[in-house]
């Protein structure tokens, strides 16, 4: 009976240690972009601009559209009537026509030849200023977080689903290990009766 009562008795202790770290984190891979993003961005400043280039997945041999939002570094205000001049330094043939279709806003078309990252220098003249920036970081090819993140959200549900048999489990081994103390500790009524009986036949004087 003791052992048996030790061997519940760890078992137990599994459980519980089953559910405390059912839902921990062990160095899962962050994504660079958050989840629910549509859209990939990279950015780049300087004494005279500051240009943000914001684009949905894009795959190589494809057209491409892309948006460059281009403002004032000091005050932040959209610069309009800018002309931009984009090449890309990994292939000097590469050809992009920038229209501008709000203030600060400009499309930018053209297409990507294969699947890998790239970058753009861009020459921009705005009234008395001008600058060469640098817009690196563009993956063409890269997907969204979206699959990453259901792997994760299926994951989640078998450790939830882990942790609801480890509570099941405690519980139930719980339940037979407080019945097995009980019957340990109870009375036995028999025996009793039969010691009581040998006792009182002891007291009796024979007749």
């Given at each position: 009976m003791k052992q048996l009562l030790i061997l519940l008795l760890g078992l137990l202790v599994l459980?519980?240690?089953?559910?405390?770290?059912?839902?921990e984190d062990h160095g899962a891979p962050k994504a660079s972009t958050?989840?629910?993003a549509t859209s990939f961005s990279v950015a780049a400043l300087s004494e005279q601009f500051e240009v943000l280039l914001r684009y949905e997945p894009l795959e190589g041999g494809k057209p491409a559209d892309l948006r460059l939002f281009l403002s004032d570094y000091a005050t932040n205000t959209p610069i309009k009537g800018a002309k931009l001049?984009?090449?890309?330094?990994?292939d000097a043939n590469l050809k992009?026509?920038?229209?501008?279709?709000?203030?600060?806003?400009?499309?930018v078309e053209g297409q990507f030849p294969a699947n890998k990252a790239y970058s753009f220098a861009a020459n921009i003249v705005a009234g008395d200023k001008a600058d060469l920036m640098l817009l690196e970081g563009i993956k063409v090819g890269e997907k969204l977080p979206v699959a990453a993140e259901v792997a994760h959200a299926d994951g989640s549900l078998f450790s939830s689903w882990k942790t609801i048999l480890a509570l099941v489990g405690a519980f139930?081994?719980?339940i037979v290990l407080t019945?097995?103390?009980?019957r340990r500790r109870r009375p036995e009524p028999a025996?009793?009766?039969?010691?009581?009986?040998?006792?009182a036949s002891r007291r009796t004087p024979f007749p």
């Amino acid at each position: 009976m003791k052992q048996l009562l030790i061997l519940l008795l760890g078992l137990l202790v599994l459980s519980v240690g089953a559910y405390a770290h059912g839902g921990e984190d062990h160095g899962a891979p962050k994504a660079s972009t958050p989840a629910g993003a549509t859209s990939f961005s990279v950015a780049a400043l300087s004494e005279q601009f500051e240009v943000l280039l914001r684009y949905e997945p894009l795959e190589g041999g494809k057209p491409a559209d892309l948006r460059l939002f281009l403002s004032d570094y000091a005050t932040n205000t959209p610069i309009k009537g800018a002309k931009l001049t984009l090449t890309n330094p990994e292939d000097a043939n590469l050809k992009w026509a920038v229209t501008e279709k709000e203030p600060g806003i400009y499309l930018v078309e053209g297409q990507f030849p294969a699947n890998k990252a790239y970058s753009f220098a861009a020459n921009i003249v705005a009234g008395d200023k001008a600058d060469l920036m640098l817009l690196e970081g563009i993956k063409v090819g890269e997907k969204l977080p979206v699959a990453a993140e259901v792997a994760h959200a299926d994951g989640s549900l078998f450790s939830s689903w882990k942790t609801i048999l480890a509570l099941v489990g405690a519980f139930v081994l719980g339940i037979v290990l407080t019945a097995l103390l009980m019957r340990r500790r109870r009375p036995e009524p028999a025996m009793q009766t039969s010691e009581q009986a040998l006792t009182a036949s002891r007291r009796t004087p024979f007749p």
